[in-house]
Structures are given as C-alpha cells and as structure tokens.
C-alpha cells in the first residue's frame, strides 16, 4: 500500500518553472513525480510532460496516461546524459520532444508507431528507431476494408528521397559528434554550420566534410562564431574541404592547441580573433588561394606562438605573407 502510495504521490513545488518541449515554452507552478519520472502539465493543461527520468535505464516504456492524463510531451534534458538507456518505446500521443532529451543516449533505439512525431525525431537526431506493433487495427467489416497499398517497385523506390531540414533547424551528427545548424534547406544542395562539437574530452577534433542525419546528407560550410572558444583540451584540429568561412573566435583562447590544418580550397573568410589567444600553436596549414587581406579578420593570429608557421600554396606565398603580417603576429613565418 505504502508502494503504491509512494509511486504516484505528488510533489508540491512553490518555485515557477519554465518546461521547453519542442521549442515552446510552458509555464508550470507544480511539478510531480513517480518512481522513475518528474512530469508538469502541459501548456494546454491537458496532458502530461515528463521533465526528468530517475530510472535505472535499460529499456523504458513511456506511459500512455499519467494520473489519468495522456502523455503529450518529453522535456528537453528529459534523459539527458541516461548513458546506461538502452530503448525507449514512446507512444504515439507524444507530439512534442525537446532537442536535448536525449542528449548522450549513445546505446538508445527509440521504438514508436510508424509516422509519429518519435520517429521524426529520431530520423531528425539520427538516433536507431523501429515501428514495433502497438495494438491490434480497428475491426471493420469485410467489406468495407481497404485494401493495403502495395509496396513500390525498385525503380520507384529508387526515386524517393528524405527531405531536409529548414533554414535555422539545430541537429546533432552523432557519428562525427557535433551540433550543427542547417544554412540552407535546398533539396538540391543541403548545407549546414558546425556549432560545436559533442565531445568535450577530445584532444583532436575533424570539422567533417560532410554529416548525414534523417537520411540527408548535408555539406559542412562554415565553422560557427565562438564554436571551440575557451577548448583546453584541444590539441590538433582539421577541417572539412566544403568550409567557406571560420568565424569570429572560432578557436580563440584554446590553451593546448598547437595545430590546425584547413583542407578546404573554398575557404574565403577567417573572422577577426579567430586563433588570438594559442599560445602553443605553431602549425596553420591552409590550402586555399580565396583568401584577401581584408577577410583575414583583425587580431586572427594574437597571442599565437612566436614560431608559428602558415603552410599556404605556392602561387599566393607573396600575397599571404602581406595578408597575415599584420593580424597580431608579427613573427609569424608563411611558406609554400
């Protein structure tokens, strides 16, 4: 009696507390809890959002009512670093998850109905996902049943394609561990910009040429402002063939960074301070001929190293070395 009493008591809170679920925000003055979950009333106060799992992982079953409510959302940081989550079945009367809710779940399989606000999700974050049989189809007479659609032939298989995220839309690459921005949502050309990476502990860190995530693949252009700012871990960097642009800060103040090798031959823009602050850094390969004194940005080389030396192609040595002299290193070598 005690047990059951204890599983769905209700815990009062007297602090207001802000809930975002798939990027809207619900204000909330009671939080409650079970064994294994926290939960709020949604903004309709109709449904439950669960806020916080307290399980010990493994496989989880979302419930489809709570207190007599239908479950309708999972809050971001729900699950949030649940590394010993292995599956998690969510109904499909979840219509709203948070971008983080399942940040560092690296082991999830997420298994939902087919077409479920889940599943796009897990396709939008790359995460494993399956459509299990939830229930048996609603009887109908035989006579009025439809019939099933057949499958499409190979050839018109063949033809389909996922479709990109908007402009603007935030996604993680797990596999190359790092967040990203969608830049363009053109189905011809899909590009996004490196926000940060996922992996803080890594010593060497590869802005990748490419990420596929839901099935699209999207081109690498551009490392975001202040994207590696303040990284004491890092040590060497490498970055994509498709970057047009580094901006402004992007690996500013990382204390241990020593190398950084640009493969793009796109690349036109490195933003104001964007290596100032490397005090061990010695090594900038660059192999684009884009480069113009005026979109080396200001203060890109201070603080680096006396004996810093920038690897630049043979046919812009005389222009870079005019290029880079007056960006806060006055030391600085440039060779072919």
Sequence with gaps: ??????????????????????????????????EDFRY??????????????????GNVDIPGQIDG??????????????ASLESITIPASVENIGDSAFEQ???LEILTPKDSAAEKYANRYNIKVKNPDTGNPTPQEP????????????????TQT?????????????????????????????????????????KTVKVPDTVTIGGVSYKVTSVKDKAFKGNKKLTSVTVGK?????????????????????????????GANAFSGNKKMTKLTLKTTKLTKKSVGKNALKGTNKKLT???????????????????????KVTK
């Design 162 to 202: 996922n479709v990109p995220e908007e402009k603007g839309t935030s996604l993680t690459a797990k596999k190359e561990k790092a967040k990203v921005k969608v830049t363009s949502g053109s189905a011809a050309n899909p590009t996004v910009e490196y926000v940060a990476s996922t992996n803080k502990s890594s």
């Design 40 to 57: 709020v009333s949604d903004s309709a106060g109709t449904g439950i959002v669960i806020t916080q799992y307290n399980g010990p992982g």
């Design 143 to 158: 006579s009025t049943e439809t019939p099933a659609t057949p499958a499409p032939s190979t050839e018109e298989a063949s």
């Design 69 to 82: 409510k239908i479950v309708t959302g999972i809050g971001d940081t729900a699950f949030w670093y649940c």
């Design 310 to 332: 920038i690897k630049v192609p043979k046919k812009q040595l005389k222009k870079y070395k005019a290029y880079f002299k007056g960006k806060g290193n006055k030391s600085v």
């Design 105 to 107: 779940c690296d082991k």
């Design 242 to 270: 498709n970057v047009t642009s580094i901006g402004k800060d992007a690996f500013k103040g990382c204390a241990n960074l020593k190398s950084v090798t640009i493969n793009s031959t796109k690349l036109k823009t490195i």
């Design 1 to 34: 009696m005690k047990k059951t009493m204890w599983k769905w008591k209700v815990v009062i809170t007297l602090l207001l507390c802000m809930v975002a679920v798939g990027g809207r925000w619900s204000v909330c003055k009671v939080q409650a809890a079970n």
